[in-house]
């Protein structure tokens, strides 16, 4: 039972434009919300995370925007470059949960 | 180094072997967690430390899936009588608090075993 969703497996962008990722989930329980990075042969790293107290954190060109109501969250990447090219995954977590749960990943292709 | 490290990066086992695999936290780091990454999918969670108490192994698939963190720094996850559904890579990874708190973990580059 997937309780966090990315139901795009890939996205090609042009280079500059915006990159938009959306995850969806399940749980109500869940109050911590991250975005993960992952480059062919390495181990995911972090790229920015948000709490269900508020409904938008930015760091330079990344947003992420959170939808409580509707169990939604996206990763807004803007403008997009061509490094940006990776699989990213969304990931939850419960108050004092002890894991994350992951989605299963968006391919993402910026196009030069 | 200043990174989590994992070893072998690759293993490929005959069905029915034994396998470990090891992974190095970060340094300070309290909390350690394993989790499988099957092909297309996400990491799954299978098991999680606080220093050297497992805390929660509620994500390992079957008996035959053991880990360890003695001296809570290395951790071992040893796989037993191997089957083809174990072909995964198994991502292991630190942080300094509990997810809960942080939320960030730094991941290793994982071990990819392939069971034939």
């Known amino acids: 039972d997937q309780q966090v969703k990315q139901n795009s497996p890939s996205l090609s962008v042009q280079e500059g434009r915006i990159s938009i990722l959306n995850c969806d989930y399940t749980?109500?329980?869940?109050?911590?919300f991250l975005w993960y990075k992952k480059y062919p042969a390495e181990g995911p790293t972090f790229l920015i995370s948000?709490?269900?107290?508020?409904d938008k954190n930015e760091d330079g060109r990344f947003t992420v925007f959170l939808n409580k109501s509707a169990k939604h969250l996206s990763l807004h990447i803007v403008p997009s470059q061509p490094g940006d090219s990776a699989v990213y995954f969304c990931?939850?977590?419960?108050?004092?949960?002890?894991?994350?749960?992951f989605g299963t990943g968006t391919r993402l292709t910026v196009i030069p | 180094g200043a990174g989590v490290s994992q070893s072998p990066r690759y293993k490929v086992a005959k069905r029915g072997q034994d396998v470990a695999l090891r992974c190095d936290p970060i340094?300070?780091?309290?909390?350690l967690f394993w989790y499988q990454q099957a092909l297309g999918q996400g990491p799954e969670f299978l098991t999680y430390f606080q220093n050297e108490a497992q805390l929660d192994k509620s994500g390992l698939p079957s008996d035959r899936f053991f880990a360890e963190r003695p001296e809570g720094s290395v951790s071992t996850l040893k796989i037993q009588r191997t089957q083809q559904e174990d072909s995964a890579v198994y991502l292991c990874?630190?942080?300094?608090?509990?997810?809960?708190?942080?939320?960030?973990?730094?991941f290793g580059e994982g071990s990819r075993l392939t069971v034939l």
């Open positions: 340094s300070g780091h309290v909390s």
């Open positions: 990874a630190s942080s300094l608090d509990r997810v809960g708190n942080t939320g960030e973990l730094f």
């Open positions: 749980n109500s329980m869940f109050d911590y």
């Open positions: 990931a939850a977590s419960g108050a004092g949960a002890n894991n994350l749960f």
């Open positions: 948000i709490s269900s107290i508020k």
